[in-house]
């Protein structure tokens, strides 16, 4: 009788332990993903190449709406921002914009961007702490909304209003501590040493400027809603107190964002899924918190203000995904196993801060053990995960990196190597690249050089 022989299975060093159970639950040994929104990740690799940047237009459309339909069934007037530097690919800026989303924007090409895909001014939020003259003469002359970050900026955009014989409203950014967050004081003017209400009662005299609007963020990735109970209540004691000392009137609050996705940060002890709040918790607390603040406005004859929020994260990041694939395996001297795959931090900038989700495409043999991945990049730096459970990897195996959708496609890196293809897959199933593949020739477009470096190289 013919013994059946056994397939070869690639050895592995095993730590022996007590077992795999710990107090935060079982290790999952069996999971992998081979397919994205029903497109087979096979054919996504092999008619894009890899790595692979995939986006979900469904996942995406559902998020905004749900976010805006928590939001918008809890409190009357609600507007929701777009955070631009989260990720600003036209597609995606553009799904949102069809879903009522306004633009939330940090410098003048993001304002550039939302104004060439169609956005009007007055519907520009513009945060942040440089605008030049030359940007604030625009955002005047087209009506853009204006948040004022510092007292710089204050007198240069008085100046401006004043040449242009326009008296512009404007919203200005506070700071203050929540005492939940740690406070975010080189942005806005802060509320405990009085700089702020100094700036409100400078725009109150002034003949050019008119105090309409209160923003703050108080963070990022905020996992306690109590924070945002904080928030509102500061800054509605703050508007009363701007409006008795200054006679404006506040017509919006904008929150800012700051609201966590599901991804695990580095050194947190849970999950994400345990430990994130939801869009509802983070919607009671704010809006639960301004509707008590501002009962007595119509009393007062004031409308309550409009509830402006900019979130980013917790709106696309779980819709984005990253398809990598091993390019080179190895055995480390403390004798763990590592990978190298084809994208790293580059393409990758938030493996600083999270423990990504990382699950091969397909049924992975062999006992799972404690794995090192690292990126192609010749920097020592460059690791996506520091440590992961998995079975035995090969040269061409695909692994799925999510959730990726904030601020990878806006703070990744032309270092070393080209940056990859951007694909949607759109709610028919049809796949489109919404950012193509970089190239020589286009890293070469805007390079120019002189004549005489040109050729007549001299090689010994």
Known sequence: ?????????KPTITQHGG????????????????????????????????????????QLRENVRKLRQTFESRYQHVVYGWSYKT??????????????AWAEVVSIFEYEKARALGVP????????PHKSRETLQRCVEEGARIH??????LYLLESVAQAANKPVDVTIRLNFDTGYTEAWSRFGFNIESGQAINAAKRIGSSQWLHLCGLHSHIGTFILDSRAYSSQVKIMCDFMKTAEQQTGCVISSID???????????????????????SIEQYADAICTTLIQETADREAAGKPRPTLIMESGRSVIDDAEM??????????????RAAAVMDAGVNLLFTAFWYNHRIQPTRLLEGVAEDTVLYGPLCMNIDVIRQSIMMPPLSVGDSLVVS????????QWMQFIEYRPNIVMIHEDGQTSVIREAEDLAFMNQLEKMPEHVVGNHQYD
């Open 87 to 100: 990720n600003y690919l036209n597609t995606v800026c553009s799904i949102l914009h069809q879903e009522g």
């Open 255 to 277: 929150i800012g964002g700051g609201f966590a996705s599901k991804n695990d940060l580095h050194g947190m002890y849970q999950p994400a899924e345990q430990i994130v709040p």
């Open 121 to 128: 001014a007055n519907r520009i939020l513009f945060n942040g």
């Open 19 to 58: 077992s795999t159970l710990n107090k935060f639950g079982r290790m999952p040994m069996k999971d992998y993903i081979d397919t994205i929104e029903g497109v087979s990740i096979a054919s996504l690799v092999k008619d894009y190449g890899s790595p692979l940047f995939v986006l979900s237009e469904k």
């Open 322 to 335: 990253l398809i990598s694939s091993i390019v080179s395996t190895r055995r480390l001297p403390d004798g």
């Open 148 to 153: 004022i970050d510092n007292t710089d900026e």
């Open 1 to 9: 009788m013919q013994t059946r022989k056994k397939s070869w299975v």
């Open 403 to 410: 959730p990726v959708g904030a601020y990878n496609n806006t």
